[in-house]
């Protein structure tokens, strides 16, 4: 360790490298049965569990084994969650099919195994009247070690080609990397990622090198580009990440899509029922006025 | 890379950013929009009122404020910051009017406040100060001041100007509509300052606040009658042009 002249405590390189690797490999190697009891006791903590919301009961199968499905619709983040709550959920009914519950540092309850009803994050749905169309509500976020359980989970371990996914979800506009100044970016606004098998054209300009996309809808992305499966990713950059008017109505041009024409019908009462979204949903915070 | 240059504010970047500074200017963009119009003979300030909790009582919670008779200002970003600037201009408004028996000068009050954001710039040990403010009036030979400041200390004059969440959409709509037909008379300006918190503002007029002072007069706050007054002229008038085109196209 060494201190800078501003008083920053950083890890300096140690040159004499190979003799310390050793030792702490040792040190690691002598895991007592005590260290094993709380691995297994936190990964059971972290698993990701898929239930029947009524029954409560685990899913044998993964989700899309058990519900296929020719169009998958993943809201991620709660700008997206309302923007499919407000424009594609109220025009069609659909039935809640399953739930994914998960516990990590960043949930906000406490004790992991009852995690209450209305605190399941990750909710899924099939269009009643067109079975074939999922939409999954994920408002919760999935750690890196729980992304490949949740896909594991949902997707199953050899998904069906003829499905197409489209993720939605949101970024703050300082993590898009530009030339211009984060100022004069016109957020909030959309980009597209896309896999190799998704033909369709996206609804807005595809996203430039070298940004990149993280956690859960990269996870999806890849999954699907492996799997050779059709899929976009709609990424709105923003530059206020609570629920917001403006941010969720950017998504409005992914209503042209394929996969969500003919999903959202009544637009204006969409609007609506947003704003009292946006009413329910405002946080009391004095400290910026 | 950034996090070895935004611990102290005295750090440059080696590509010449101040970190703090830039983050501070995202603080801004926390606080709900203000909107500052100079017109010919009056100067209006609109701004979006922050929800209020149910408890909570509205008198507290004030974007804008009256730093001496005949010069006000609106902020965005950090409450408590503000405070602290507004009262500090507050004082320095009445040292300058007891030492030189002159009421200050828009541009003075403004240099006095971006001096004072710009000193914490570069100290050590302290953060700058996470507000932009939009500071209206009228000078003795009755000429009618805007000038906006922001958290780098630096400032400038402007003719129409927008702060907060959502400044850019207010700022694009005023580029468009500032014409000197837009602000050839007071009501014009007035409106033109609804009509540009309206395209951000989420539940219409009962959100919005307005301050004017006119030439030789003190600020004015209106009333929320007063605004949905104006908010529903404005509805009116924009009923009428669309009649007007439909029937042009029709």
């Known amino acids: ?289 | 890379m950034a996090s070895r240059y935004d611990r102290a504010i005295t750090v440059f970047s080696p590509d010449g950013h101040l970190f703090q500074v830039e983050y501070a200017q995202e603080a801004v963009k926390k606080g709900s929009t203000a909107v500052g119009i100079r017109g010919t003979n009056i100067v209006v300030l609109g701004v979006e009122k922050k929800s209020v909790a149910k408890l909570q009582d509205e008198r507290t919670v004030r974007k804008i404020c009256a730093l001496d008779d005949h010069v006000c200002m609106a902020f965005a970003g950090l409450t408590a910051d503000a405070r602290v600037v507004i009262n500090r201009a507050r004082v320095e408004c009445q040292s300058h009017k007891l030492t030189v028996e002159d009421s200050v000068t828009v541009e003075y009050i403004t240099r006095f406040i971006a001096t004072l954001k710009q000193k914490y710039t570069q100290s050590n040990g302290r953060r700058p100060f996470g507000i932009s403010a939009l500071i209206v009036g009228f000078d003795d030979g009755g000429i009618p001041r805007l000038y906006q400041t922001d958290p780098s200390g630096t400032y400038h004059a402007w003719k129409a100007n927008a702060i907060g969440r959502s400044a850019k959409t207010v700022r694009e709509f005023l580029e468009k509509n500032y014409t000197e037909d837009a602000i050839s008379n007071d009501d014009d300006t007035i409106k033109l300052a609804i009509r540009a918190l309206l395209e951000v503002v989420q539940s219409g007029g009962k959100n919005i606040e307005l301050a004017i002072i006119r030439r030789n007069q003190p600020l004015k706050m209106f009333s929320a009658k007063e605004i949905e007054l104006q908010v529903s002229e404005i509805e009116k008038e924009k009923e009428e042009a669309e009649k007007k085109k439909s029937k042009k196209t029709g």
Request: aromatic share 8%.
């Open chain 1, 1 to 289: 360790m060494a201190a800078t002249f501003f008083g920053e405590v950083v890890k300096a390189p140690c040159r004499a490298g190979a003799e310390d690797d050793e030792e702490e490999e040792e040190e690691r190697r002598r895991e007592t049965p005590e260290d094993r009891e709380l691995r297994r006791q936190l990964a059971r903590k972290r698993e990701v569990r898929l239930l029947r919301r009524q029954t409560e009961t685990s899913l044998e199968v993964s989700l899309l084994e058990k519900y296929p499905c020719s169009q998958f619709i993943i809201g991620i983040g709660n700008n997206a969650v309302a923007f499919l709550s407000s424009f594609v959920m109220n025009s069609g009914i659909w039935e809640e099919v399953g739930c994914a519950k998960l516990w990590n540092e960043w949930c906000r309850t406490t004790d992991a195994l009852h995690i209450s009803p209305t605190e399941a994050y990750c909710v899924f749905y099939h269009l009643k009247s067109n079975p074939s169309v999922f939409l999954c509500q994920c408002s919760c976020y999935v750690a890196e070690d729980q992304q490949y359980q949740w896909l594991e989970k949902v997707f199953g371990t050899c998904p069906k080609k003829n499905m197409q996914v489209t993720v939605l979800t949101c970024r703050h506009v300082t993590d898009y990397k530009t030339s211009e100044s984060t100022g004069s970016l016109p957020s909030p606004f959309l980009k597209a990622l896309k896999t190799q098998n998704f033909k369709d054209p996206a609804c807005c300009s595809l996203l430039e090198q070298p940004n990149i996309v993280h956690d859960l809808p990269a996870a999806v992305l890849s999954y699907c580009q492996v799997w050779q499966l059709p899929a976009v990713l709609y990424l709105c950059y923003t530059d206020v990440m609570k629920l917001d008017l403006l941010t969720v109505e950017a998504f409005k041009p992914v209503l042209a899509s394929r996969s969500l024409k003919g999903l959202a019908k009544n637009i204006p009462q969409s609007t609506e029922i947003l704003k009292k979204l946006m009413t329910a949903n405002e946080i009391q915070s004095n400290i910026y006025t």
